[in-house]
């Protein structure tokens, strides 16, 4: 396995620190409550977002679920924005009015978030087959939980998108969990990979919980994408720290297992990066010292968005239907 260039490693781990801190600040001061949004936390598996967007490298564009935030940061980066709009203020993403479920950034390819499970699986066929005629070699990466494989929507989406040959990645950041029912007590078979290996699909898989790995796999599934003009689906283990919705732990749940905690916190995606980085040579002073940089820009991002206005009644009535620019 090549070594990945110093400057792509150290970005994965700024865009995983950025993802995490941005988080560690919503547990510190959630309970405020100035952030008038539901949280569903993605902490603990950044590597998903951050690896695939990081493949993508800007030529590409993304759907996800609720749990957007790892996502939304990872392919938009802009966490003024962000914190605008979990505070529900007009410096927002949407001006304050979408809250942390439905974050987009357009221009960046973030094409939006959807608080309805599986809602994003069409869409992003919608937007791949746009690609497939106005932009060759543009993909489009759809993520959503282990839950949504559950849904009609998942398997016709499939269906299609091999039919037609679109250029989609199908990103399944399996966590074992839907809401906080277990795999093998929904479903009536044991390998989801070796039920879509059946279609006109690439498939990959990884359990890692490694960023430069799911990168690795990002960039194979979008050569593969291109070559062989078929979707893929990545099916990417991993495991959330905190409670399916909210900003706290759960794990003397009766749904959670000690044990698989304590594995999935013993690779923590960041702190193997982290690791690795000073391995291959970085100094530690160096990364604290990126880690200061984005920690002081993120806590003025949080009050900027304290001191920006809330939006006022008239924007109700404005990005409901189509307007013209």
């Not at 978030?113 to 699986?121: E, N, P, Q």
Request: hydrophobic share 40%.
């Amino acid at each position: 396995m090549t070594t990945l260039p110093r400057e792509v490693s150290l970005g994965l781990y700024r865009t995983l620190y950025l993802a995490r801190y941005c988080e560690e600040v919503i547990v510190r001061i959630y309970l405020d409550d100035e952030m008038k949004t539901p949280m569903h936390m993605s902490m603990g598996q950044e590597a998903v977002s951050v690896g695939i967007c990081g493949a993508l490298a800007g030529n590409g564009d993304v759907i996800t679920s609720y749990r957007s935030h790892a996502t939304y940061l990872a392919q938009a980066g802009d966490h003024r924005r962000f914190f605008g709009e979990l505070h529900g203020r007009t410096n927002g993403t949407a001006d304050g009015k979408s809250g942390s479920m439905h974050l987009a950034d357009i221009p960046k390819g973030m094409l939006g978030a959807s608080g309805i499970v599986g809602a994003g699986i069409p869409m992003a066929l919608g937007a791949a087959f746009a690609n497939q005629q106005q932009a060759p070699g543009r993909v489009v990466a759809v993520f959503f939980g282990d839950g949504a494989v559950d849904e009609g929507v998942f398997w016709e989406s499939l269906n299609i998108a091999c039919a037609m040959g679109l250029p989609v990645m199908f990103v399944c950041e399996d966590n074992d969990l839907a809401v906080h029912t277990r795999v093998t007590d929904r479903r009536g078979y044991a390998s989801l990979a070796e039920i879509v290996r059946r279609y006109n699909c690439v498939v990959l898989e990884d359990e890692s919980n490694d960023v430069e790995a799911i990168y690795r796999l990002g960039r194979s599934a979008i050569e593969q994408i291109l070559s062989q003009k078929c979707p893929a689906f990545l099916n990417i283990r991993t495991y959330r720290y905190l409670e399916h919705c909210g900003t706290g732990p759960d794990t003397d749940a009766p749904y959670r297992k000690p044990a698989e905690d304590a594995f999935w916190k013993g690779r923590d995606c960041v702190a193997m990066q982290r690791n690795r980085l000073i391995s291959a040579g970085v100094s530690e002073a160096d990364i604290i010292k990126l880690e200061r940089a984005i920690d002081a820009d993120v806590e003025a991002s949080v009050k900027i968005a304290k001191q920006s206005p809330h939006p006022d009644k008239a924007s109700l009535y404005r990005g409901v239907f189509y307007e013209t620019p």
